[in-house]
């Protein structure tokens, strides 16, 4: 992201300085300004995605249709400000038109505008959805939060066991699928091994919609056993994340003790010694 | 709550006398009489509680009339004596009236009386069951559950986790919920996006009544990995309050007992001599 | 338990020497065959227990009737003998006889002999059903686990946490079951409070028969935020159970370094000194 | 496995070497060639499993008959060359004959074979179905995974936890499936004990599909306690494993690495001077 913001060689002095300042202002959030935008953004996309929810209920889109319709105008007016703005402010503009976010931008506005070109466009109701896209726009924001890094930590830390633990499920999902398609058969739901599948899947989760269930004895003691296999297996998710959790919260808490001398990091409380250069650490007052 | 407490400059010594013990009985739970009133005001929220439960059973209402109306009469009384009782005894009746508890006290009695004045509102079955609101004032009695106090600061401490968790959730559920809009249609139950998305929701939570479900191969297909997803993310909230609860159980062994000799912390309550330098501790008192 | 035991203060030396050896198989597990008698009971437990099981399905019964009963008679006579010799060897007959396994012992045989007797018992189901309770017979052999004791120590520590949360699901579930039944009424099948606490408590606990739903769509918008609820508080009583568990299992690694001064246990590996009487430990060496 | 490897005292230098090679490329996994071999076979049996479940699918098959016969008969001519090679490059042919994976990989190959001499097999689905045990094989590969292993000792170690929590819950299935039959009665579903203990299970595994679902209010309210008690039960293999998974990833932490000077145990890997002393440590050797 780093790589779109002007640099100084670029410009006239006076134009820099107001691209500059638009950049930072919707780019980054480390300025007053620039986190009033991003929470004015925030709350325009929630209203925006509120209408296209609001809209696609059938009772309340014949009643306030042009209420409906002139609200979706207005937020597709300022977005399409918003994205022309972004566009004149950074240095690559294609680079940013052609970014994750910048495709977003330009999806959830464009319904609106092809539905004035091509009329038969606005009735179909897939296209115009793609504006709920913008719902993605909030995964910017919460850079506020230290919390949420904590999270998004510990689940990339657990990245690799979750997937593995996923391909068991998935490998299981298969064997128990396919044995239920011959134990129950097509007479009672399981049509299909991929129904089987999905039955499978929604067992082990302890989803359980009801909608295939087993019917014979045998059905019934297969699944009694395999639900008890996924109760047992509910643990191993839980255990992975809790972990990497504790870890990432745990490392937190040393990493602030640094060597006056080789200014490693992260020292423990009882440490008296760095443990790089071996040089003598000041005693360790625990802050806050 | 302190500041309801009535001090010694206001009214006369005896008078003063009598308020502060009634003061200590009934809003306090540190002497005998006050913790057997307590106990007793539980024993009889339940019961009214129990009573107005029982009473929404149809078929009981209409044969035991008389025996729920008498009794719903007698905790009425008995809670508007406790109403006035507190209003006297605190030194700021207003204050207390208007606080939390205040209100909930009052409202849970007036829709008895209201009932005599207004006989057209004893049909009015929703205000009656205001009533309900009395068992929030059990939520006042833990305070003799130490543990409670470790759950609740457990909670406390993760709640930004859990916002954003939740908030994950909710995109999620926008995202999946509009998805099987389209995909499903209101042929297979998923009317609008509010109804997708509290399908989602009840899919992600891994409840899964089966009042709505999906029944194309695709749709079945989505709701697979949507369940595989919101089986692996079932365990960030596990691991997120399990972590806190783990650090605030922790923290009651005190890691801050300091040896005066060798300065070494973290030595336990039962330690007598410093288990590093051999060194008599000083006896250890529990802060807090 | 031990005070069942036979002492030598009664009987003739042969008599005690018979009753002291049967004793010892039947009642301790710490000879061969004693845990040999274990084994042999817990089969014919688990068999008479699936002969129950078997006997209850119409189809099986009707067909190899004089089997089943075989085995029935086949089982009462084998459980009435280890009453009768449990009731010899034990110095206080009386006493082995009103606790609570003696009463499950006669319990579970009772039936059958009173079938002869009274011949239109025979035909009340629910008194013969009484024998399964020979299960609960089980319960008293897992001594061979020692892991059954950490699972159940890490229960017994957390019991207070559990019936505070258990408390708080019961209050919520009181709660939404009220303003459910008010929302969705009876007319959606919210036919009562107990119905809509019932359902509540399928709710929050993520079961979801599906036998009632809510149907108005500020039901549904409710139901969404309870299981969301519920989906953050589920994390409660695994945190609690977890850390319990982490700490029983954490505090058996180090309770076998004993200072040989004051014999105190349960000394961490980094003590050098002994916490209780200042003596100078042994160096730590890590076992296994 | 490595008692398979040809050794040099077998057969000619030029034999032995070519056997020796294919054994190192189908066998092990530390070559490129070896490591290309498997990922191929993942492939390759990912494709034939999936052709298996999409010939179970009615519409499809009646489609696309030649195209999923003639793949079919592809898989099976390379399983076929890929198990005869098997065969061939290891030193006891017999001994991987009749181990699991040389059974799993004859079993998956047959059922076409039989098709042709005996053609009213091919019309057997559910021996046609043994192909999907080649999913096992891929059970074999995740050698690649470190983390697959942490999960699988972690599952491993708290192996008797699991077995005993299991134990529990079945003889609670006992009961509760018993008084279910009891209270309900087979005109509410309740048809059999079997059935009420699968109920049970559906039931306190939170999976709820709502085939068979409490009617009387008896039953609704011994479901409610029965849920809540699965509720503080499902902490338990939560816990379990979390634990062990802890204590699994913690113990690769080297605690056993001390200070030559004054004995200081548990240095980080990184680190280079002793945290107590300032000595210098020991260059960090991974143990295993």
Same mark, same amino acid.
């Given at each position: 992201?780093?790589? @779109? ?6 410009? &006239? ?10 950049? *930072?202002?919707? /780019?980054?959030?480390? *300025? ?12 325009? +996309? ?7 929810? +609001?809209? $696609? ?8 249709? /042009? ?10 007016? @300022?977005? &399409? ?7 004149? !402010? ?12 910048? %495709?977003?931008? @330009? ?12 009329? =038969? ?23 506020? /939060? ?15 066991? %979750? #997937? ?7 490998? #299981? ?5 396919? %044995? ?22 929604? *067992?082990? &989760? ?16 297969? &699944? ?25 919260? #745990? ?7 640094? !060597?006056?001398? !080789?200014? *490693? ?5 009882? $440490?008296? /010694? !760095?443990?790089?250069?071996? =040089? ?9």
């Amino acid at each position: 992201m780093s790589t @779109l913001k002007p640099t100084t060689s670029n410009g &006239t002095a006076q134009n820099r300085d107001w691209r500059d300042r638009l950049y *930072t202002i919707i /780019f980054e959030a480390d *300025t007053d300004a620039g986190r009033r935008f991003d929470k004015m953004l925030l709350v325009l +996309i929630v209203l925006s995605v509120a209408t296209v929810i +609001i809209d $696609s209920v059938g009772a309340i889109r014949s009643n306030d249709y /042009f209420v409906l319709n002139a609200l979706e105008w207005l937020f597709t007016v @300022l977005f &399409t400000i918003e994205y022309v703005v972004r566009l004149l !402010c950074v240095k690559h503009p294609l680079r940013y038109a052609l970014s994750w976010f910048g %495709i977003v931008d @330009l999806i959830s506005i464009l319904p609106t505008y092809l539905a004035i070109i091509f009329p =038969e466009f606005y009735y179909l109701i897939d296209v115009r959805l793609l504006r709920m896209l913008r719902v993605f726009r909030i995964l910017k924001l919460p850079r506020y /939060f230290d919390e949420s890094q904590i999270l998004w930590q510990a689940l990339r830390n657990s990245r690799v066991k %979750i #997937m593995v633990f996923l391909g068991v499920v998935l490998i #299981m999902s298969v064997i128990l699928g396919t %044995i239920m398609y011959v134990v129950e058969g097509p007479e009672n739901g399981f049509t299909s091994i991929p129904v089987g599948m999905y039955w499978s899947i929604v *067992t082990l &989760t302890t989803t359980g919609y009801g909608d295939i269930h087993p019917k014979t004895p045998l059905g019934q003691l297969i &699944t009694s056993c395999a639900m008890l296999l996924g109760y047992g297996i509910i643990a191993l998710p839980t255990g992975i994340v809790g972990v990497e959790l504790a870890m990432t919260m #745990m490392k937190r808490v040393p990493t602030t003790r640094t !060597c006056s001398s !080789c200014i *490693t990091e992260g020292h423990e409380s009882d $440490s008296t /010694f !760095c443990k790089h250069c071996g =040089e003598k650490l000041d005693p360790y007052q625990f802050e806050k």
